[in-house]
């Protein structure tokens, strides 16, 4: 993961600055807002922050598939959020928001009570975006309460009642979801297919990383069926488009993101995904007290949805939070237009693509355990260093 910039702004001008009723609302727990925690708490501004937020853990996603395929435990790929403001004095609320109304700068909870604020970030992610009529199988998505589905998942097969696990979606994720299935149920006899519209995985990265997921997917027993656009699954069959089926006992979907339906009611401007869409300060484009990062936000000049955005995104939302606050112009996160693509492979190897380029090995397993930690280390209890 990059490292991140120092925030630019002092403490002993920022405390004198924000008064009592500036109160800054966080929804969403998402790797945009642990950073903004950590900077205004650094600059002790928790108190004037809330954050709502439906679970007390956030898991980070570049760690989902070393979770999946054992690697790691639940606490190494969560971050203990009401421990983070707990540790910085944020008021920490863990329910979810099902309306928010930014004329009158109000946010619905889930028990009909409202909370006010003067600026508000919304960080909530994304929700799984299946076929039409599609309502079976298990979604990565929402991360946080994929845990939940990956246990029913291994109970079902320590029963041996799984056998053919289909896992739709060739970009990085389906690829490492599979790859971590593969190593999860080693020798239970598990059958791993992945399937999508494409003629082959990775459709988006370099012609070398493709070749290299390829070989290693032959290696590793995982079968793939290209240009498989699912539209429908029933009684134990996944069904293509043109006509072709496959047998799944189960189906793991990786598909693209969606959004959270209760936005298109706030009257917030949304693009046609029904994503917030922002301007380059990552503030939104209808209401200026409105910021939204990660997932959720679409931007001006755009990109996929990925943890690396959002985490590159963080330091320049506290900041502007601040400067908004302030009246002072804002800063503009600029997005890379080449980013390295970290790929996780069994037997603890890693793909590292950028740039055309691709190689493989243990040692860029290695190099990205050491890049995830390093991001986990920054919101641990006590940690001071990482800044």
């Not at 799984?162 to 598990?190: C, D, H, N, T």
């Not at 995982?222 to 293509?240: K, M, P, R, T, Y």
Request: hydrophobic share 40%.
């Amino acid at each position: 993961m990059p490292q991140v910039a120092p925030c630019t702004v002092s403490a002993h001008r920022i405390s004198d600055m924000i008064e009592t009723e500036r109160d800054i609302m966080l929804l969403g727990g998402g790797h945009s807002h642990v950073e903004v925690i950590r900077r205004l708490g650094q600059l002790g501004l928790g108190s004037r922050i809330t954050l709502v937020s439906p679970g007390k853990h956030a898991p980070y996603s570049g760690m989902l598939p070393g979770y999946i395929a054992g690697i790691y435990g639940f606490e190494d790929f969560h971050i203990d959020l009401q421990a983070l403001c707990a540790r910085f004095g944020v008021t920490f609320q863990e329910t979810v928001a099902s309306h928010i109304d930014p004329d009158r700068r109000v946010v619905r909870l889930a028990d009909g009570s409202d909370l006010s604020y003067r600026q508000l970030s919304i960080d909530i992610g994304s929700t799984p975006s299946l076929p039409s009529g599609i309502t079976g199988g298990i979604s990565v998505k929402p991360i946080a309460s994929f845990t939940d589905r990956l246990s029913c998942l291994d109970r079902l097969i320590g029963d041996g009642n799984l056998l053919k696990l289909v896992v739709v979606g060739q970009g990085v994720a389906g690829v490492e979801v599979a790859f971590a299935l593969r190593q999860r149920f080693a020798g239970r006899g598990v059958q791993i297919t992945l399937v999508g519209r494409s003629t082959e995985p990775l459709r988006e990265r370099s012609f070398l990383a493709r070749r290299l997921v390829l070989r290693q997917m032959k290696r590793a027993g995982i079968a793939h069926q290209g240009s498989f656009d699912v539209v429908g699954f029933a009684n134990g069959e996944l069904v293509s488009r043109d006509g072709r089926r496959l047998g799944a006992d189960e189906v793991i979907w990786t598909t693209s993101s969606g959004s959270q339906g209760f936005l298109r009611d706030s009257g917030l401007l949304l693009d046609a995904g029904g994503f917030i869409r922002v301007g380059a300060s990552l503030r939104s484009l209808s209401h200026p007290d409105v910021f939204a990062a990660g997932d959720v936000a679409s931007l001006v000049d755009p990109r996929p949805k990925a943890g690396v955005f959002a985490v590159r995104q963080g330091p320049i939302l506290a900041e502007n939070i601040l400067r908004s606050l302030r009246g002072q112009p804002l800063l503009a996160y600029r997005p890379q237009r080449s980013w390295l693509v970290l790929i996780s492979l069994p037997e603890n190897q890693a793909i590292a693509d950028k740039w055309g380029l691709a190689v493989s090995g243990r040692w860029v397993a290695r190099w990205k355990d050491r890049i995830d930690r390093r991001f986990m280390q920054r919101y641990a209890s006590g940690d001071q260093s990482a800044r």
